[in-house]
């Protein structure tokens, strides 16, 4: 074992200590839901958020508030609860 590190280990001990659970995204749902979203035809609708909402709401069913909490735990989208009513409206 080398008395001291070599440039490649830090690179390796930097960009492993960037590392974290705030970056992981659950794509598992996507995956799913995504396919029976666009076999269904909905994926001809092209608004990202619907596809977003639909998604999040059959894989954790709740309310609103509850809903805009899972897209930012889960997907990492920040929304108001004023966009969703408003988006809603159309």
Do not use: C, W
């Amino acid at each position: 074992m080398d008395l001291f590190a070599s440039e490649e280990d830090a690179l390796v001990e930097s960009y492993v200590s960037s590392l974290g659970n705030s970056r992981a995204q659950v794509i598992g749902p996507e995956l799913i839901f995504g396919r029976i979203y666009d076999r269904i035809g909905y994926g001809r609708i092209a608004r990202e958020l619907f596809r977003h909402l639909v998604i999040i709401r059959l894989y954790h069913p709740g309310s609103k508030l509850k809903t805009i909490d899972n897209l930012q735990r889960f997907l990492g989208i920040h929304k108001k609860v004023y966009e969703i009513y408003r988006f809603l409206d159309q």
